[in-house]
């Protein structure tokens, strides 16, 4: 597949998670119970607030000297679409058997949606990037991935965002899912040639 269908399908792919965790009403990721809150707070759509937010995250990129990618600028403006057109079509769930599955369903496709979209090579998510790009300034990866979900949290959650045991679970299966998904799928631009031909 190549790395722009990789790109392609992986960010629609992460909208419509997004989506499905919003819908099942059981707790979102962190960056997504900022985006909740601040959606509450202005009476924005959802979707505008994940690429108004994404906007945000890439201006913090320029004192990090980060450069974005063509993955990077098409995050920004195809994920929250898409996750307002999933979740206009996506019905009301009532059952809790059915809300834990479309929760379980979202966690999955994010994972496998990240490794079609940061494996295609074409630029990291605004919020990777500057977890990566704070990495480069000396702070280890953990520290600054738990500094920043942290944060994102803890001022979605005052501003009214949904934390619950769905954000429990994306925090502790995200990270496995997610190495699984990359080492499958990351794009690797050169073919392997082939074996000379033996004398």
Do not use: C
């Amino acid at each position: 597949m190549a790395a722009a269908l990789r790109l392609s399908s992986g960010l629609v792919l992460f909208g419509v998670s997004i989506a499905l965790m919003v819908a099942a009403e059981l707790g979102v990721p962190s960056w997504d119970v900022l985006h909740q809150g601040v959606a509450q707070a202005t009476g924005l759509p959802f979707g505008w607030v994940v690429n108004g937010v994404g906007v945000l995250v890439l201006l913090a990129w320029i004192p990090l000297k980060v450069r974005p990618g063509v993955g990077t600028l098409a995050n920004v403006l195809v994920v929250g679409l898409v996750a307002d057109a999933a979740l206009a079509a996506l019905p009301d769930l009532h059952d809790p058997w059915v809300r834990g599955g479309v929760l379980a369903a979202g966690i999955l496709l994010n994972a496998l949606a990240t490794g079609l979209y940061v494996g295609a090579g074409l630029g990291p998510g605004p919020r990777d990037g500057l977890m990566t790009g704070l990495a480069a300034r000396g702070i280890s990866i953990r520290r600054a991935r738990t500094a920043i979900e942290a944060s994102v949290l803890a001022v979605g959650w005052l501003l009214g965002g949904t934390v619950g045991p769905g954000t429990v679970l994306f925090a502790a299966a995200i990270g496995p899912l997610t190495q699984l998904a990359l080492r499958r799928l990351t794009f690797t631009a050169t073919a392997r040639a082939p074996r000379a031909a033996t004398s």
